[in-house]
Nanobody
Framework: QLQAYGGGLVQAGGSLTLSCAASGRSFSSYHMGWFRQAPGKERSFVAVIIDTGTSTSYTDSVKGRFTISRDNAKNTMYLQMNGLQPEDTAIYYC???????????????WGQGTKVTVSS
């Protein structure tokens, strides 16, 4: 089970850190991803981190602004978001899967989502 939290309302240029807490003992064996769904749009890939935490991948629009990380000892994944822009407004979902992939179909487990709103 995954639970995402940390969303909120922030002004453009601000920062937020999202967290995704996982229950169970197998967290460290899953690759973990963040996806987002903006109003009226389909869910899209944001970032992924490999099970060991040694490799990451980002969608181009967040490179240099967002950082994905994980703490396997705490069964928690993070998304540090800096330089937020109104176009980052979305519901952010965390997901766990067995493939290091950008496609949502590769993830079997999903959190409930946390809303991020960036005002201009």
């Amino acid at each position: 089970q995954l639970q995402a939290y940390g969303g909120g309302l922030v002004q453009a240029g601000g920062s937020l850190t999202l967290s995704c807490a996982a229950s169970g003992r197998s967290f460290s064996s899953y690759h973990m991803g963040w996806f987002r769904q903006a109003p009226g749009k389909e869910r899209s890939f944001v970032a992924v981190i490999i099970d060991t935490g040694t490799s990451t991948s980002y969608t181009d629009s967040v490179k240099g602004r967002f950082t994905i990380s994980r703490d396997n000892a705490k069964n928690t994944m993070y998304l540090q978001m800096n330089g937020l822009q109104p176009e980052d407004t979305a519901i952010y979902y965390c997901a766990a899967g067995r493939l290091f992939d950008t496609r949502s179909v590769s993830y079997a487990y999903w959190g409930q989502g946390t809303k991020v709103t960036v005002s201009s």
